[in-house]
């Protein structure tokens, strides 16, 4: 499985899931959460398939322009995302201006949220084991599939956190009954 994996050839996505529930080894999560987020998909038609069509599809948001205030708001957080890390430690190094690559890519996609702080860190995340491309891939995946909804998650009013918040406290509410009424008597919420 690993060596069709490195080697792209097709994989069986149904097995790769079932593996994939144990761990998948740092080694090939560059390639396999490409696979599993199935991300070539969104990639629109005209633009053909593989790494060569995500970066023609990458250049045309990057051809275009942003407001000062998102511009400003990207700078300032990919300072402050994983700083730490080798890929981003260095200010406007390779890291931070292929991740700021991303942001402003899905800044001008999804203009109804545009720039929302929290993109930041799961596109890096996502970074360190996948190329820029694959991250911004994987991340229209998470917005656009039914399974994920992120995308919710960041439009204004954050409706998807509200979601989110409400299965988590419903859940602890009637999993563990305890637990939901002392945080409640201690006035903690998430």
């Not at 994989?11 to 199935?38: N, Y």
Request: charged share 20%.
């Amino acid at each position: 499985m690993m060596k069709k994996i490195q080697q792209n050839q097709k994989v069986d996505i149904e097995i790769l899931k079932r593996r994939a529930r144990k761990s998948i080894p740092d080694s090939i999560r560059g390639s396999a959460w490409p696979i599993l987020a199935q991300s070539d998909r969104v990639i629109p038609s005209n633009y053909g398939w593989g790494t060569a069509a995500k970066q023609e599809w990458m250049k045309t948001f990057l051809n275009n322009g942003l407001t000062k205030k998102e511009l400003h708001s990207i700078f300032k957080d990919i300072t402050r995302t994983l700083p730490t890390h080798v890929w981003f430690a260095d200010d406007l190094g390779t890291g931070q201006r292929a991740l700021f690559a991303v942001l402003k890519c899905l800044a001008l996609h999804y203009p109804d949220c545009g720039y929302v702080q929290g993109m930041g860190f799961v596109s890096a995340v996502l970074m360190t084991y996948t190329t820029p491309e694959d991250s911004f891939c994987i991340m229209n995946t998470l917005f656009t599939n039914e399974k994920y909804r992120m995308h919710d998650l960041f439009l204004p009013g954050m409706p998807g956190l509200e979601r989110s918040f409400y299965v988590f406290l419903s859940l602890q509410k009637q999993y563990m009954p305890k637990v939901f009424s002392r945080l409640n008597e201690l006035g903690f919420s998430p």
